[in-house]
């Protein structure tokens, strides 16, 4: 069954259409990636589907329709964002941040849960009580996954995670989300810049250009696609 099913017929901002036709569909505990140039409209989509974008067509969590809904409700059906830019509260503690996206679970919930995360993850445990905005890149994308994580979603979205890591971090992070995607069963789409790492743990692919998808297969396949190779792979 599909845990997320795509059916945008146009999605932008007011007047600015930037999406059309864009059609896929995630299965329960599957991963797709999202290529594309800078400006391409990937970031425009995983915002349509949290309901930020003005959008006409269809985008349902399994039979729930998701457009039209605001924000908080698209997260209480069983979506995650981890924004570009990570998100994450920098004057809030790594413990704090975590509790907040936690928010919608009873509190004796969230509190365990937090504790959970920050013995998965020490480098965090051992910073709870410090402000995020101490935290180095990694980390920052570590809590910014945990946090989402923390409302036991159905569907990650992801943008863009590797963005200003360094290449060990960025593998050592598609690891962890490989890990946490087997552990937990939550399915993940994510917009990448790093075809190569995110091809890795992807199964599907598809690649957008000026709005439209222009290319859609098997994240394999995608890999040895000559135009993708030459556009993301730096072939
Ligand atoms: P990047 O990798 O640079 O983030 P992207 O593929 O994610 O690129 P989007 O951020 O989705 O691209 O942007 C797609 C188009 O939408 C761009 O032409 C951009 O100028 C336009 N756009 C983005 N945000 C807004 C906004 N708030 N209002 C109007 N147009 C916008």
Redesign the pocket.
């Known amino acids: 069954m599909s845990a997320l099913t795509v059916e945008i017929e146009a999605a932008g901002?007011g007047p600015?259409t930037?999406l059309r036709d864009v059609r896929f569909e995630v299965p329960d505990g599957g991963r797709l990636v999202v290529l594309?140039a800078?400006?391409?409209?990937?970031?425009?989509v995983l915002r349509t589907i949290s309901g930020l974008c003005d959008a006409v067509g269809s985008v349902r969590l399994g039979e729930t329709e998701l457009l039209g809904l605001p924000p908080y409700r698209v997260a209480g059906a069983g979506i995650a964002h981890v924004p570009?830019g990570r998100g994450t509260f920098g004057d809030l503690t790594v413990r704090e941040n975590l509790l907040v996206g936690g928010a919608t679970r009873p509190r004796r919930e969230a509190v365990a849960a937090a504790d959970r995360w920050m013995e998965r993850f020490p480098r965090l445990g051992e910073r709870s009580g410090r402000p995020a905005s101490g935290l180095s890149g990694g980390e920052q994308q570590l809590l910014a996954i945990a946090r989402a994580f923390m409302s036991a979603p159905r569907m990650l979205l992801l943008d863009e995670p590797s963005l200003g890591l360094a290449p060990k971090i960025t593998t050592d992070l598609f690891a962890t989300l490989d890990e946490l995607g087997r552990e937990t069963g939550t399915a993940m789409l994510l917009?990448e810049?790093n075809a190569e790492v995110a091809l890795g743990i992807a199964e599907d692919a598809v690649v957008i250009s000026s709005g439209r998808i222009t290319v859609r297969g098997r994240a394999d396949e995608l890999r040895d696609n000559d135009d993708v190779r030459r556009a993301y792979l730096g072939v």
């Open positions: 901002y600015a930037v594309g800078n400006g391409a409209g990937k970031t425009t570009q917009v810049q």
